[in-house]
């Protein structure tokens, strides 16, 4: 089992949040690949579902992103699963808009969801990084993170995620490179 978690804040306030885009690829992933109701569990709500061979729990942890470590940490325990089994899905200010990357381990660079993960569980799980782009300067970046997306950004943010569930199969598989080339191909057509 893999456990795949959206960062995001919970409440409707915040659904259109540039610091949300990890919460709207796991409502995308389980739209396309039909997972099972949404339950409350893990200080989250979670969506179980199968994609190619691999059972998938997708969570997105209802304790605001600054503590969403805690949530993320007991889901883990709960299925006795390591770092091995966690891929967090999270914005990304060092991107440009809708480039999505993984990778394994790092920094939190200042991403206090990412931070409060590190806290809880170690720096060493995997990353999808979704693009969000910078504002240009550091006195803006908050702002900016909590800000909606622009309405002519909404075309290219649906294909993103189109495109990430599109291709969840390739990352179950552990096939990151070549799910970040497929997605980049998706998003260039």
């Known amino acids: 089992m893999q456990v795949w978690v959206g960062l995001g804040n919970p409440g409707p306030q915040y659904a259109m949040h540039r610091h949300n885009i990890g919460f709207m690829a796991a409502d995308a992933i389980a739209a396309v690949h039909g997972f ?6 893990f200080q989250g709500w979670t969506q179980e579902g199968r994609i190619g061979s691999q059972k998938v729990l997708l969570l997105k942890p209802a ?31 060092d991107l440009a ?7 394994t381990g790092g920094g939190a660079a200042g991403h206090n969801g990412l931070r409060s993960t590190d ?12 693009g969000i782009g910078h504002p240009g ?8 993170v909590l800000g909606n997306f622009a309405k002519v950004e909404l075309d290219s943010l649906s294909d993103m995620l189109g495109a990430v ?8 598989a552990n096939e990151d490179v070549r799910f970040v080339n497929d997605v980049a191909l998706r998003m260039a057509g």
Do not use: W
């Open 137 to 144: 300067h550091k006195d803006r970046v908050t702002g900016y």
């Open 165 to 172: 569930a599109a291709e969840a199969p390739l990352l179950a």
């Open 119 to 130: 806290q809880h569980l170690g720096p060493e799980y995997r990353r999808v990084r979704l």
């Open 63 to 93: 304790t605001f992103m600054n503590d969403s470590g805690r949530s993320i940490g007991e889901a883990l325990r709960f299925y006795k699963l390591g770092v091995e089994a966690l891929t967090v899905f999270h914005d990304e200010l």
């Open 97 to 103: 808009p809708f480039r999505v990357k993984v990778k």
């Open 36 to 41: 099972g109701p949404v339950r409350k569990q």
